[in-house]
């Protein structure tokens, strides 16, 4: 136990994973599930970019790779890894709905709906972030792979999807079952699925580590923003900032976690407790009250302290520096299948769930104009950056670069990465402010939504 907590005060500021100390599965002549590249609408060559004393920022050099025009920009980590973790995807693609039929649908009278003949097809914007840790293969996996997966679950739902956005039909099914609740359900899916193929295949694939993932979809002039781990997106609309994700960290999830573990205290193996106390706990404390956080408890309660009360707590920390088990700073990823507590065979995984956080956001009432963002970013990003920060940065390229400029999002992408990447010096990475820059792989999209509307269904 002290090995391991001399670990998690060594480990280096912004890192995921403490240690990893992954099960003894011999990965080492498995094959790659994907070789190792750079997002594919780069188009680059994978050693472009790859300097850790050079950290050049890296954009599209075609334009019309990604939807709408959108933003894009990266650079490598400072040196703590090899190879840059993160990696993205972005595509544009149809639901059809050919000849469909009411599929269990009645109308408001009550009456079956005649079978409607025409044939729809709605377009799905979709982009994707996902930032690695203890290796390559699982962020690879996702980029290629989470898109697949959630054209699935939509097509399983479009027939539904289309009707209930009919506002004559209703559903003998759930009053609480709408179209919006059904993409957020193949949203939430999709990651989890995704996630059984990646623990199915690492016997056969090298697989390695686990990734973060957050994920934008646009579909029928709503925004859908599925969130798995630590990475980061805000709308910037007018004047307002709309943050459409949360950071998932154990410190943030203290009560999921903590009622999981009361549920099944066999998880815990008699190393953690499933409290929180106030501070560390050491074996003077024994008889004394201490404030502590109970499982399924929201508020703060003293409890006189026993000798159960000195093992280790299930979440150390707070905020970004918090810790699952002392070892993941992030609660929620995809992955990671066989991670362990160091030094012990606890595994983590039960704790460490793939199902996404997904928050919407619906524009029928909204005027955008082309100024109006989405910004999406890796924590490498927002480690040295706030919303505001972002928004700041993001509007002044704008304002620079006329509404005709191809390049405006491209060059505000850049502009973020630049910002919280800093220029290298004498004292290693800096911001413009001095402070200590980004060591992170840094990531960013700058998705413009004034052509949300524009697009959609199709007949
Ligand atoms: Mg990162």
Redesign the pocket.
Known sequence: MLSRLRTTLKSRK?S?IVKPDYDKLDTANLPDKFAYSRPRFLNIDDSLGSDHSVRAILTPLDLTALPWSSGYAECV?GGKSRYN??QAAASQFYLSCGHHTSNGSVTNNNRPKPPNSQYTEVMVTYMGIF???AGTGAALTASHLLETHLQEKLTEVKENILELEESEIVTPLHSAITADRLIVGALEAAFCSLDEQMARERTTFAIRGGC?ALVAIFLLNTLYVANAG??RAILSINDEIVPMSRELCPGAEMQRLQTMAFSNPGLLRNEFSNRSFCRRIWKEDIGKKVLCKEPMSEGWVYREVTSDDIRSPLVRGEGKKSRLMDTIGVSRCLGDHDLLVFGTDIRIKPFLIPLPEVKTFNFNKTSLTENDVLIMG???LW?VMSNQDAVSIVKAVLQQHTTQDPLRYTIAAKALVAHSRGTASDKGWRMDNDEDASF???TAFVIPLHMVKKVGIRL
Do not use: A, K
């Open positions: 912004g995921t980590n973790e993160d930032d690695g840790h973060t630590d990475c890796s924590d490498g480690d992170d792989d840094i």
